[in-house]
Each structure stands twice: as C-alpha cells, then as structure tokens.
C-alpha cells in the first residue's frame, strides 16, 4: 500500500469527514476519492486517533460530548442513596458522597481511570459505575461496605449508564460491545459480580437518510419501572433526526418496544421512572434552545416543564421517596448540582465547600507571566504522577478528541487560566505545560509538589522578524460559542478564552443544532460588548446545508438569515434550493464576507465517476466552484475542521484558473464542549494591518469610537482578509515577498524568463519537515531546516515564465503535540504574477470544475424535492452560468 493511501485509508476510517456522513446505501456520493498530485507521498508516521475509537458512529464529537461522561471540574451526574438524604456524584473523574444537609464531600474511588456515572443499589451497599482508563469504559461496582471495587466487564467495549433494577439482582447498561454500537444490554449482579449478560433490544439497520445518526438504530439511557418489570429508554427508530423518542419495553431479550413519545433529542435526554411508576422526568428542549426538566405519563401522553431558564438542566434522578428531583446544570457555566422539591418547585445547589480526598493532596498555584513580568492569560496543562488531569475547581476543563497513543495515557486535557491558577494536585511528581497562541514558545516545567507548591511560569516570544508596514493579528473565523456542549458559555467566557489564546478577533457563527439555534438571543451586527481593545468578538452565521457546503457568513449588517440550512430531507427545507450562490448574494447586500468553511475532507474526482447522478449529504464543499465562479466569495478556509492538504488541491486548481481567492481559518471550535478537536484558535488567520493610517470605525459603533484610533482595526482587518493580505496556520508564522510585493499583491513582469527575487521566513513553536514555495501548483523551491526544524530564513531568486501565482507553505508529516491536529500546516495567500502575454494555463483545471459541475448539474435534474420549478431553474441556472465560465477557459 502506497504511504498516501495509507494515510487517506486512515483518515477515512478515524477524521472527521467519516464521522460526519452515514453509507446511506440507496444514495450514491457524487464523487469518490482519488489521488490529486499536488502534494508528494508521505511517510506513515504515528497517528492521532480517537477516544474510545471502537465506537462505529458518525459525528463522533458530538456524542462523545453530549452522551459519553467527560471529565469537569464540577459534578457531571448524580444518584440518590435509598434514604434520600445522601448522594453519590461523579465530579472530577472520582466519585463522591455528599449529604443535603451537608457541605462536606467524601471521596470514594480513587483508581488509576476517570470514574462516572454511579447508581446505588437499592439496600445502599453498591454502587455501579463506569471507568475510563485503557481505551475502554468499563463497569466497575463499589463495596460500601468494604470500600473495595469490582470489575464487572473486561471486553475493552464502552459501557455506560448502569442501572440497578429495583430488587438490586440485575444491572442493565448500554454497551458497544455488540457491532461498535449503543445498545442495552442486562446482566444478574451479585456480590460484585455480572454474570448471564444478555443484549435486550436488537440492532435494526435503518434506509432513512440520516445525516448526523448511523443508518444502524440505537437505544440508550435505560430506566426500570418501579416493579422492575419494564424498561424506558431513548431510541432513533424511524426518524431521521435527533437521538429518538421515549420508548418502553419488558425488560426481556426480543421484547416488543412501543413508543410511547417522539420529541427530536440530542443524547442528553435520560428518563427516569417516578418512584410511583406513574410519572418520568427527562431532559427536553422542546421548542427551546437549552434543555430543562420535564415529566409526562410513564404510559405516554403530553408532557409539561418542571423548570425553566436559558441554561441546560439535566441527568434528572427522582428521589426514593419522590419528594425531589436531583440535576446537574451549566446556570453558572460550569457543571453543578442542584435538587428541585417536586412539590413547590424550590431548587437548592449542593456544593461541596470541603473535600475529604482519600489520598494526600497539595495546593499548586501557577502564575504565567508575559515578557515585561505581568500576568497574562494563557492555556494550561497540568498532570499528575498518576497521569490523571487536574485543573482549578472552577475552571472550565477541556480535552482533545484524538491522540497517540505512544505519547500518553489519555487525551490531552487544558483549561483556560487568567494569569494565575490555584488547584488541588497529588503530592508528587507533576508537569505543566503553558501555551499562549503561536508567538510564544511553550514553557514546559516538572516538579515535586507538596503541600503548597508555587510556579512561575515566564513566556518567552518567539524572535519574528520585523515587518516595517504591516501589523500582523491573528482570528479565528469560526467559532460556536454554544453548541449543545457541558458547559454554558457567554460573551465575557469566550472573550476570555480567546485572550488565553492570544487572538485579535473572534467570529462566533450562529448556526442550527438540527432544530434549535443555541446563540441565536446572541446575534447581533455591531461588536459583542464584552470586547477589549486587543480582543474582539463579532457575532456571524454559518450556513448550514449539508449539501452544497457549509459557509461562513461575517459583518453581517442587518439580520440573521432565515432559514439557517437548505436541503435537510424530510422538512420542509428538503429542497436544493436556495444554493450558497443566492445566500452569499443575501450576506453580500448586508455588506457581509462569505466564504467556505471545513471545505474537503476527501479527494475530489468529477471525471473518473461520470455515472453518479445521485447525492447524498457529505458536508464537502461541493458549490465551491461553483461560487467562486461567480465571484460570490471572498476567502475559504484553507485551515479548518477538515483536512488542510485535501483543500487546497482543490484551492490550488481555482488559482490556476485565474481566481484571486485568499486563505482564511477557522477551528469550528465548540467552545461550550468540554470534549473538542481544539480550543478556540487551533487554527487561525494572520492579516498584515497597514500601519500608519488610522482606521475607520467599524460601522460607526460607538463602542468602537470609544478607543483609541490604534485599535479601531477591525475594518482594516477584514479589508487585509479581502485583499489577500493573510496567511493561515495551525502552529507556523511565516512570512513572503516576491520582488518586494506582498502576499495579495500583483507582480508584472515583462515577457520571458525572469530570475525573481524572493524573501521567506519560518517561525514554529513545533518542529516541521517542510518549508516549500509553490508556484501555480508545483512545488518550485523545497528548503532545508536547520536542527531544530523550527526556523529558517531565505533569500533567493527563482525563474518566472509564465503567469500564475506563488505562495509559501510550511507542514510538518506527522502529529506534533500540543497542536491538536492531524499534522502542522500553514500556507499563505498568493502574490499573484502577471507576466505579459502569458495566459494561465488552465484548460486541465477547467476541465476538472467542468465535469465537477456536470455532476451536480445531473443530481440536480434527478432530485425530486424541489418546491416549484422555479427554483429547479434558478438552480439549475446558476449552475450552467458556472459552467459557462470554466468553458470559457479552453478556449
């Protein structure tokens, strides 16, 4: 097997394109992958794969963060003990027991994995819980009265969500253990034992077009009946959309389920029966954008809220006595537990002031300061001896989705600091690792805590070359500030966060989760108030069709567009219409930028599958060509959720077709989650700000008036981004000129063969393999690293003939920690070359957007879920028009 086709079989099998989309078999995709020679063969090298890879679902960061337990600083699920005066909780990745009346927590368990989920058998003497730890989640059992665990499974499955029935003798669960998918499953329990496992509900495949689900159905969140008879639980059978309704069964292998209420859910919803069997509380956010507690009949009927707010109450258990209903909620952000009296609706948090840890522990206080010795925000890494994560009690804890193996336990965990952190550790050996954005190099330091440890942690800059015109501010463009995450974000927390990581500018695009829009009460078109003179925050939109392509829409001047998405089957939305072309011209009258987001995760070949006629959902940017086409966009992200190199093959065959599309970024950062691929800014933008002109205040905003005219440079920003003035980075700062014209800038020469000059720097705070420049898709000059593989500087001349374009590019051939991606990539925008009478030689490129647009153009006469012919015609139009364009270029 070649070593490319290795990597791509790779990334089919683990990145986010195979996650994104179901094998629908009665839907064939427009167009299969191959081979683009833009990029040379690479070697295999160790890979970042992901948590818990042996689950077989699409979407994986989005159950693995709304479903699976993560590990935060604050409680993340509850149960009652059977008096109804004491809880145990998960908080911390360690089980606790806490009375009401109490502000003292006793920790239980303190094994080497992160433990979650705990249930309490009926006569108070175990709990059953679930453990992290080697690439599994297993189901443990804690003797309350030993104070000793029992493994219950050992199959390297993950099992989640057990729960005793109610004469304690059988514990149900859900596990991947059949297929790599969520199924429940009983077992008999006794003295710590799990013995004559059964699977309950069967493994039906589905041939509805899901888009976000597996075409195979699910069932989770399993719940006894009071006379441990039956089981309620939460399926997706016959739905396109959400996690399913509430369904009930007898809790006996190939029992007949009813439905006994469908509501689109998100994997959060986890009914519980009332102790009187009548009544189950579960989680909705039905015609809402949070989820709140509701209750209906345990026999189906109409259902009502028991709370209310614009924050997430979840994990609801009813109390033995059912007098209360026990929660966790995100109202401060952060995880917490609440109870609420089912009478009366009083709701009272239960905090844990004290803790009683069952092994020694310190204080560790960490101080980060800038270079002139102030304290300044950044990303922080802490790990114990144990190889366990810690973080301050109320700081938001991250992890990455993906990573190897050879280099640690578990995933990389981080959390925001302001300046100066104070958390709980074991005493003993710890390591911290600070990072602050690309400009500063990582502090890394070991020490031996004890009982009051303090570190100062000194950032030190990364020596940049000066540039005498421009000033160079980083954004991430594509940011989702709630997304259905753990946590509860807002304005101030994001701007926060984004200070951490050292970014200028922030675009928090508003977008659809299926049907409700989290941070559609935050849009809005002038800056977010909670912006600081170095920090801004806009508020965007992206729009969301799973067909043409997802785009970003910025500076929006009037109003959130509506409807958020086209082409989601089985809605009223079904149809193709309206294209990205007829939105990018709504954003374009608002004055926005639009341009393309997670364009390509998969090579793209038009002309080697001329048969296909038929699309299903792939979330590729399949109008791409189209659009620019029509010049109805102004950048795309070269750097996004998607895969760098894949997107700019594409990139490159629009450049050689004369197009002046310049490169922006953006992480698609869930900054609620406490799972991600990547905190907001894993990848980012550069745009060189002219320097010695002030800037015109963005929208006449008063809020923009109010500072200092250095800092009104959020139009000139966004003017750089348009004029091509930015480069693109996950790690690497790079800088480029050609004959002294920089990048976004036209070079004209005259007829001939010209020696040209050029400058190029490299700046990396992780080592990288390749520093190229590349002219009109062809890599022209590759240079040497020096010993580090972190720097270089060069001057040169090469040979310019013909008209095109140039630009700098910088990769690294395998994953580098701490930049959570797949490998280290930065390219810049073009310098684009005009030499006279030379015309680009494109005949090739056109005729790969020409075959691209026949295939669209054949889907789009077989699709049937067109309103009225006048928008088949537009569509179909549009398309031509396109057409047209690349046709005009062979000639």
Not at 426 to 451: D, N
């Amino acid at each position: 097997m070649k070593p490319l086709l290795a990597r791509l079989l790779r990334k089919q099998m683990f990145h986010k394109s195979h996650f994104r989309f179901p094998r629908v078999p009665i839907l064939a995709p427009i167009f299969v992958p191959v081979l683009v020679p833009f990029f040379a063969a690479l070697p295999l090298a160790a890979q970042r794969d992901p948590v818990l890879k042996q689950i077989d679902l699409p979407h994986r960061y989005y159950y693995r963060e709304m479903y699976l337990p993560q590990l935060t600083t604050g409680p993340g699920s509850a149960a009652w003990y059977p008096d109804s005066r004491s809880l145990v909780y998960s908080m911390a990745g360690r089980l606790w027991r806490q009375n009401l009346d109490s502000t003292t927590a006793e920790q239980l368990t303190s094994g080497p994995g992160y433990d979650y989920q705990p249930d309490c058998s009926p006569d108070g003497r175990w709990i059953a819980y679930v453990t992290y730890l080697k690439d599994a989640v297993e189901l443990w059992a804690f003797d309350l009265k030993t104070r000793q665990s029992h493994q219950l499974t050992s199959g390297g499955n993950v099992n989640v969500e057990p729960r005793f029935s109610p004469d304690g003798k059988r514990l149900a669960f859900v596990s991947t253990s059949y297929n790599g998918r969520f199924h429940i499953f009983v077992g008999d329990f006794s003295e710590g034992e799990l013995t004559n496992v059964r699977r309950l509900t069967g493994e039906t495949r589905s041939n509805l077009p899901r888009f976000y689900y597996s075409e195979f159905d699910h069932e989770i969140s399993p719940a006894w009946s009071p006379d441990g008879a039956d089981l309620i639980f939460v399926s997706n059978r016959g739905h396109i959309y959400g996690t399913g309704g509430l369904w009930r069964m007898k809790a006996e292998p190939g029992a007949e389920a009813r439905e006994i209420r469908y509501e689109e859910t998100a994997w959060k919803t986890r009914p519980d029966f009332s102790p009187d069997g009548k009544r189950i509380v579960y989680a909705s956010y039905l015609g809402e954008q949070w989820h709140q507690l509701w209750t209906m009949p345990s026999g189906g009927g109409d259902p009502f809220p028991l709370s209310y707010g614009d924050y997430d109450n979840t994990n609801p258990r009813w109390s033995p006595d059912g007098k209360q209903i026990v929660f966790i909620s995100n109202r401060g952000g952060n995880t917490s537990l609440w109870t609420q009296e089912v009478l009366g609706g009083a709701q009272r948090q239960i905090i844990a002031k004290e803790k009683h840890y069952l092994k020694p522990m310190g204080h560790l206080s960490i101080t980060v300061l800038d270079p002139s010795g102030k304290p300044t925000p950044a990303r922080i890494s802490v790990t114990g001896d144990d190889s366990r994560a810690y973080a301050p009690d109320d700081a938001w804890m991250h992890a990455e989705d993906n990573f190897v193996r050879a280099e640690r336990v578990f995933e990389s965990h981080y959390f925001h600091s302001a300046g100066n952190a104070e958390l709980t550790v074991p005493l003993g050996r710890v390591e911290v690792e600070v990072m602050k954005g690309f400009e500063y190099q990582i502090a890394r330091e070991t020490l031996l805590s004890g009982l009051h440890t303090q570190l100062v942690v000194h950032l030190k800059p990364l020596q940049i070359p000066p540039d005498p015109n421009s000033q160079w501010l980083s954004a991430d463009l594509h940011v989702h500030m709630n997304y259905g995450g753990a946590y509860r974000n807002v304005p101030t927390k994001l701007v926060a966060q984004q200070s951490a990581e050292n970014l200028f500018l922030v675009e928090n695009l508003v977008v659809n989760k299926e049907q409700r829009i989290p941070d559609i009460a935050n849009f809005r078109t002038t800056p977010e108030p909670a912006s600081t003179a170095s920090h801004w925050l806009l508020q965007g939109q992206e729009f969301h069709t799973p067909y043409w392509g997802h785009l970003g829409l910025l500076h929006l001047t009037q109003n959130f567009l509506l409807p958020d998405y086209a082409s989601y089957g089985n809605t009223s939305a079904a149809s193709l219409f309206p294209t990205n072309a007829d939105v990018a011209d709504l954003a374009h009258r608002q004055q926005g930028l639009v341009g393309y987001v997670h364009p390509f995760d998969i090579d793209i070949d038009p002309i080697h599958d001329p048969t296909l006629t038929q699309g299903q959902p792939l979330d590729e940017a399949l109008e791409l060509p189209v659009d620019v086409a029509l010049h109805k966009v102004d950048y795309i992200e070269v750097l996004g959720f998607s895969d760098h190199r894949m997107t700019a093959s594409v990139w490159y065959r629009l450049l050689n077709c004369g197009f002046r599309l310049p490169t922006g970024a953006g992480s698609d950062t869930m900054a609620n989650y406490a799972s991600l691929h990547g905190p907001v800014g894993l990848v980012r933008v550069y745009a060189g700000i002219p320097k010695g002109r002030p800037a015109a205040p963005f929208r006449d905003s008063s809020l923009v008036k109010s500072q200092s005219v250095e800092n009104q440079s959020v139009d000139k920003w966004f003017d750089s981004l348009k004029r091509g003035r930015t480069f693109a980075t996950n790690g690497p700062l790079l800088g480029f000129t050609l004959a002294g014209k920089a990048l976004g800038d036209e070079l004209r020469l005259a007829a001939g063969e010209n020696q040209i000059k050029f400058k190029a720097w490299l700046r990396s705070i992780v080592p990288l393999d390749h520093l190229e420049v590349v002219c009109n898709g062809r890599v022209v000059r590759d240079f040497k690293l020096g010993p580090d593989r972190q720097s270089a500087d060069a001057e040169d001349t090469i040979e310019i003939s013909q008209t095109g374009w140039c630009l700098l590019r910088a990769s690294s051939d395998k994953p580098e920690h701490p930049i959570f991606d797949d490998y280290v990539y930065a390219t810049t925008s073009p310098i684009y070359i005009s030499v006279a009478g030379s015309k680009l030689q494109s005949a090739e490129d056109a005729a790969f957007f020409i075959a691209w647009i026949d295939r669209l153009t054949d889907a789009a006469k077989a699709n049937q879920n067109w309103n009225t012919d006048a928008e088949r015609t537009s569509t179909l139009g549009t398309l031509d028009q396109a057409r047209q364009f690349y046709v005009s270029l062979q000639k």
